[in-house]
């Protein structure tokens, strides 16, 4: 069964708005990642959160993470057309070197 | 050219025919990884390796085949390929925690 459930799947926004995608899962983590995938591509890492971490910064990504409830979400700031993608949650489990990946989010921004 | 490199980019075959997806790789990360991308399921493990002659089992792994017989190379196999099978196939390596994607094959099975 899925670890992470992505929500919405679908997201429309024009430039310069605001993006939030959420992501709950299921058992204890280690760490939460956040991937993108454009279009006929393979995923790109875009930020990492530990379990020990609430809030987390890259340029104008910003992740937090709730432990008790088992979700995390990905905003981005001022978002542009280039922003245009899937965003995918990943998992990682305790004591595993392996992700598990959610059913993802499809953003699309409108110039 | 330094990265992650998988062929065919595409291929096209036919139910019960055996094929293998290469998955190279040139940092010599030991952690190396298949997925595969079907709408509506996001991506699914099949099969992993942390090291040369060490795999295995992903989340769905029946009906693949892999080996690791140097630490670069990770390739798969579709010993009777099935219409189930059609699927985009992502290889991936693991530097730390961050993984690495190959750009995927497009298979289709007929």
């Known amino acids: 069964s899925q670890q992470g459930e992505e929500d919405p799947q679908a997201l429309s926004i024009q430039e310069g708005e605001n993006a939030t995608m959420n992501c709950s899962y299921k058992?204890?983590?280690?760490?939460l990642q956040w991937y993108r995938q454009n279009s006929g591509r393979g995923l790109v890492h875009l930020i990492l959160?530990?379990?020990?971490?609430r809030e987390k910064h890259s340029g104008r990504l910003r992740v937090t993470l709730d432990t008790s409830k088992k979700s995390s979400s990905l905003l981005i700031t001022a978002s542009r057309a280039a922003d245009t993608a899937s965003y995918f949650c990943?998992?990682?489990?305790?004591?595993?070197?392996?992700?598990?990946f959610g059913t993802g989010t499809r953003l699309q921004v409108f110039p | 050219d330094a990265g992650i490199t998988q062929s065919p980019r595409y291929k096209i075959t036919e139910t019960g025919r055996q094929v293998t997806l290469m998955c190279h790789q040139t940092?010599?990360?030991?952690?190396m990884f298949w997925y595969r991308q079907d709408l509506g399921h996001g991506l699914r493990l099949i099969y992993y390796?942390?090291?040369?002659?060490?795999?295995d089992k992903g989340e769905v792994p029946d009906g693949y085949v892999v080996s690791r017989s140097k630490t670069e190379n990770f390739p798969l196999t579709l010993e009777s390929a099935t219409r189930s099978q059609t699927s985009v196939y992502f290889c991936?390596?693991?530097?730390?925690?961050?993984?690495?994607f190959g750009p995927g094959t497009r298979l289709t099975v007929l």
């Open positions: 991936a390596s693991t530097h730390g925690t961050e993984q690495f």
């Open positions: 058992t204890s983590i280690n760490n």
């Open positions: 959160i530990r379990s020990n971490e």
């Open positions: 990943a998992t990682a489990l305790y004591n595993t070197d392996k992700l598990i």
């Open positions: 940092w010599s990360h030991s952690y």
């Open positions: 390796s942390a090291a040369a002659d060490i795999t």
